[in-house]
């Protein structure tokens, strides 16, 4: 199984802007869609209603990803 891990940003974003880990967790074990650049950047996408989730989050090794941050998509709407 993999582990995702938060960074300190993305940890305070969680109740800012109010949502749960397992929320984030879900978008990047089961995304509807990824985008990949080539870095161990990436950016992984889930709608919820009619709104899309991306969440950004970074490649650490195979079996650990960290969650930099995620937010609404505005221009994926």
Do not use: H
């Not at 300190?8 to 967790?25: H, Q």
């Not at 089961?30 to 970074?58: C, H, M």
């Amino acid at each position: 199984m993999k582990t995702i891990t938060f960074t300190n940003y993305a940890i305070e974003m969680l109740s800012e802007r109010e949502f749960s880990k397992e929320t984030i967790e879900d978008v990047i074990s089961a995304p509807d869609w990824e985008q990949r650049t080539g870095s161990e950047i990436y950016y992984a996408f889930k709608r919820i209603g009619n709104r899309v989730l991306r969440v950004v989050a970074k490649q650490i090794s195979p079996e650990e990803t960290k969650v930099i941050s995620f937010y609404f998509d505005r221009r994926l709407g």
